[in-house]
């Protein structure tokens, strides 16, 4: 049996960080017809919670959604280390099946970050390694992951990037060219992230939710675009397909 009550404030406050959870992201008037809470007090607690750091907001609406700090909540249980667990044999394996370098990413808001990877230092003349950042709106891994966003969350997540980033600067041609991502099931990248380098890659999902993304990359000099696309998008879509049935 508890000492005390419980802390009605607190509970509310979990109440409004699982929602935000759940859904992605959220406006005032989804987290009320979830929790049934004031909208006075909605506004209050969303504010407290961004003012310490675990949640932000975007756009006129606004709609809120869950920051990178919210993961510490988590305390000992590590996702990171779970899926590079549970995905890493995987991709070494395929790496040692065509030779060429890839990564597993998965987004921080504002960046895709590297989970794991099969490079060695200093190849591909690129120093990615377990940790760096790279752009989400111009990497292949960025655009697979927003790509298969559910579509309230990808907005907001797109608004935040060009509040920080300025990209994409084209809303409108970026929206077209995920549209041909999710079409297709793999996102390019020519050398648009780094000069020299392209990559393919393809979502990896958790029970129907993207929670990540998994790439190739080449040496431009060594292989077309088309030539990457056409050998190995079934290849890279389908080490996708088999991460997330590891997840499932």
Sequence with gaps: MPTYEPVTAILRGLAVLETIAAKGSVAVKDLHAA???PKSTLVRMLETLIHAGYVYSTGSEPLYALSARSLTLAGGFDQGRRLVSLLGPALREFQSATSWPSDIGIFDRDAMVILETSRHPGSLSVNWQVGSRVTATRSALGRAYLAFLPEA?????????????????DMERF?????EVKARGRALNDQEERPGIRSLAAPIFEHATVIASVNISVVADAM????????YADQVIGLAKRMSALLA
Excluded: V, Y
């Design 35 to 37: 929790t049934g809470l």
């Design 175 to 179: 929206d077209a060219l995920l549209g």
């Design 153 to 169: 969350g990808r907005r907001a997540i797109l608004a935040t990037l060009r509040e920080l980033t300025g990209e994409p600067r």
């Design 224 to 231: 077309s675009l088309s030539e990457l696309d056409e050998r």
